[in-house]
């Protein structure tokens, strides 16, 4: 599938079969993530896997409320990795501030080829924002240092939405 047609057929999907991901292809994805451009090229984020009934039910316990993530055979967690960014500005020191920030965009930039990449291999997907990002760290076991971004179900889709409405160019691109 070429660029193109996996952006305009991309949905963020809620239903998945229980087909399971073949290696191979969760290979690709993630070989296609690591590709993300990152500031410094530190790729300061990590990302978690869970493809067990028991973790899956963790991360669902963790978002409450967000059970059908279970049935997805492959659940992403996508965590901003600060230090990362902080071992590599020794000589120059960057803000806190501004080191959360560039981990943050390099992470929402690899889950966003995840997202694409997904669709490219027939997979489907749904970005799904922690309300409690605590509770997230406990369920994979980590502490405060990473920052979770995003938990990205990826499976067969069972559903195809409808396309969402989105602004019409002329509203969102502005001359300045
Ligand atoms: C930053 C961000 C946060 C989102 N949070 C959630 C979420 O918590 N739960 C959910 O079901 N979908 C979530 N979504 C998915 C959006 O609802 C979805 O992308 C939007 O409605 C457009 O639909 P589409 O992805 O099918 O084009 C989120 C998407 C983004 C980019």
Redesign the pocket.
Known sequence: MDFFAAVER?????LYTDRIIEAKKLERLLEAVNLAPSARNRQSYEIFIASTDEKKRALAAS?SG?DYIIKAPVILVFCANPEIIRASSTANPLSKERMDLLAIEDT?IAA?YC?LAATALGLST??????DPGKVLAAINRDARLIPI??IPVGYPAEH?D??P?RDLADLVHEF
């Open positions: 991309r949905r963020s999907t809620r978002l967000k929402t966003s997202q749904v970005w799904i924002s922690p309300p995003t938990i939405p396309a969402q989105r």
